[in-house]
């Protein structure tokens, strides 16, 4: 049977050619971070993407968080990034986390595809969780104390961060480069049926992330589907490169608005913490 029904449009078949042209096979192990949207040209949508990564990796998982459950008190932490009274007010629409919880739209429709398929797990964390396949036991290292922890585990286990899409979501593996350096973490809250449970090692602003690709040239795979790209980086390469980075330059992929709560605050925090 074809894999197009006309010309431009590509199916099931040419996203596996596509990711074993970077490089997936059998055993790989990746964390994926989905487009915002998928194109019409890739037919099967986000469907034919989770069905592809299943066949050609061993280990699968992506961001699946939560942002709907995230709760504010009145008052709390300085310099958080919080305006405590307005998001109080708002917590009111917040939902309870629970396993079968869509993951939210803000990752893209690939994260919650993923989550929905037979044989997926999830981590139990109530804002940061992840979801995917073969992957149980990466899912396990993940604590409150230590959102980011599967994707230590992953690196560990000489994984991949593979990226789709023309505008996807940013690389979150980047926000455990940021927790290796001390950059500053904050303070969320969130609701579950056993209360509000406070989670601490919040990231920050993650805007900035693309400032990196020019200093992963010679280690990144790319491919495409038609117009749709494809990039595989290994991950243990790629969290030395961006901590090395911070290190040298402590405000490193930190965003340029000077309105964003969470760059500022780690700026002073930098600030207030010199270090060398």
């Known amino acids: 049977m074809p894999t197009r029904k006309h010309a431009g ?11 074993r042209r970077i490089g997936l096979e059998g055993e790989s192990r990746i964390l994926v ?3 915002s949207l ?24 992506a961001p699946a968080f939560t942002y709907q459950t995230m709760v504010y008190p009145a008052e709390g932490p300085p310099d958080n990034a919080v305006d ?46 992840f979801a ?10 993940q604590t409150l104390a ?16 593979v990226i789709l899409g023309i505008d996807p979501p940013a690389n979150v593996a980047l ?45 990144v795979q790319r491919g495409r589907v038609g117009s749709f790209p494809v990039v595989r980086i290994p991950l243990r390469d790629l969290l030395n490169i961006a901590a090395g980075w911070i290190r040298q330059d402590p405000q490193a992929m930190l965003c340029t608005n000077p309105d964003c709560p969470f760059c500022a605050a780690a700026r002073r925090y930098i600030q207030n913490n010199p270090t060398g």
């Open 9 to 19: 449009v590509f199916g099931y078949r040419d996203v596996l050619l596509a990711f």
């Open 33 to 35: 971070i989905g487009p």
């Open 38 to 61: 998928v194109p019409e040209t890739v037919r099967g949508g986000a469907a034919a993407l989770s069905a592809a990564l299943a066949a050609s990796c061993r280990t699968v998982i």
């Open 84 to 129: 405590y009274p307005e998001a109080s007010a708002a917590s009111v629409e917040a939902d309870f986390f629970r396993p079968s919880l869509r993951v939210s739209p803000l990752l893209g429709p690939l994260p919650e595809t993923l989550r929905r398929m037979e044989g997926a797990v999830r981590s139990g964390h109530p804002i940061l969780s």
């Open 132 to 141: 995917g396949l073969g992957a149980l036991e990466i899912l396990e290292t």
């Open 146 to 161: 230590e959102p980011f922890a599967p994707i230590d585990a992953l690196a560990k286990a000489g994984g991949d961060v």
């Open 175 to 219: 926000h455990l480069a940021e927790q290796r350096t001390g950059r500053k973490p904050f303070i969320r809250w969130a609701l579950t049926p056993q209360g509000v449970v406070e989670c601490t090692g919040f990231p920050g602003c993650s805007r900035g992330f693309g400032a990196i690709d020019e200093k992963l040239e010679g280690i």
